[in-house]
């Protein structure tokens, strides 16, 4: 990961953010991302099929526009989503006044939202603060923060992750290789509860991904898919799915630098900064006070090992039990007898680390009880599971579930 500063900033893109009087708080809700020229676009959005308006609004946009985008504006504080029509009609107002703001189609602009579900989103509000808004964005970090803190909402922290990789210039004929050019990423998401991503095709997470890369946007897509099975498709907080997940990976083009389908280093890079907000994501849930790296093995399939993990990580008992770092092993044994998995109990063993808990299903002769418990008191610990049954695996982050946790969304919306 790189260290926050322009350098890092991908070339062609500008952020802003303002106070449209959407949060109680009175804080930032309305940021911005413009592209300097149509950039390349993929997206990747919830499964819930009750899905918000800006979702539709934005489907509807990419397949006018061939996967093309100027502007993502983006608000906290209301969802847009349960609203009817006037949704629908509040999500194209705003993309028609970034629109008029910026000098492009409406199609170009990509609406987001995250907030209370069921309320009416003000639209005259976004409105009535964009001109001033679009006078004031720029290409520095500190504009790009400004944009990641307006989006939040239970979140406790700014979540944003950088990359960037060196691709050696193409000399023309008879020349030698010019100097290495670099491409660049940042990107910024939100999410603390409700994190239970099941996006498709395949609070609220909302991630933005950035590149100044040249790339067309039926190949921007075949990286993004990839890299999102393997980190925010690997993640939950609470087993809710939010109405309004979306991923957005946007190529400005700005650095030069072309890159096709198959390129290793880029999908890396793309899967490092993924992976990094899918964690952080986790380690601000709602009321978090650990964070549990699930490691399954040898399951029949990788699809079986995802089964055992989510059933594990969805188990009000076993996430309680971490809540107290109490080493109850047994109700991650049961998670896994339910969990659709083929499985043979008597051949499942069970690690907290390197601690040996529970060996061909049952308590193992080794067990201690006092260390387990120690381990558990970290705030991030790593627990693997053994099926012995083919060469499936997979890697899934998730919580515990504490009482700060009820505190918060108990009255979330009063």
Sequence with gaps: MSELSSYVIPHG??????????????????????????????????????????????????????????????????????AGQAGLDAARAVCAAAAHAFGCRKEEVFPSSTGVIGAPLPAEKLIEVLPDLAASIGAESDRFMEAAEAILTTDTVEKTAFAHIEVAATAAPGESNGLPRQVRFAAFGKGSG?????LAPHATMLIYILTDAAIEPADLDGYLQ???????????????????DTVLLLASGASGVTIG??????????????ASLAKQVVADGEGVT??????????????DALRVAKAIAHSPLVKTAWAGCDPNWGRLAAAIGYSG??????????????????ENGARAPEFDEAAAHTYLEQPEYSISIHLHQGAGCCVFWTTDLTAQYIHINADYST
């Excluded at 300097?36 to 539709?56: E, G, H, M, Q, W």
């Excluded at 890299?227 to 309004?244: H, K």
């Excluded at 964070?291 to 699809?303: G, K, P, T, Y």
């Design 13 to 82: 893109f500008r952020f802003g953010a303002a106070k449209a009087g959407l949060k109680a708080s009175g804080r930032t809700d309305f940021a911005l991302i413009v592209a300097d020229a149509p950039a390349s676009a993929a997206a990747a959005f919830t499964s819930n099929r009750v899905v918000a308006a800006p979702l539709i609004v934005g489907k509807e946009h990419l397949r006018a526009t061939g996967g093309k985008v100027r502007v993502v504006a983006i608000n906290a504080g209301n969802a847009n989503c349960a």
């Design 194 to 198: 409700m994190i239970h991503p099941q």
């Design 226 to 244: 990839p890299a999102i099975e393997v980190s925010f498709n690997r993640i939950s907080v609470d087993g809710d799915t939010s109405t309004n």
């Design 261 to 274: 389908a198959g390129d290793s280093a880029f999908a890396a890079a793309l899967n490092q900064v993924c």
């Design 290 to 303: 650990h964070v549990v790296e699930l490691r399954i093995h040898s399951a029949v399939s990788d699809q």
């Design 341 to 358: 998995a083929q499985i043979d109990p008597e051949r499942i063993d069970i690690r907290f680390g390197s601690l040996p808990v529970c």
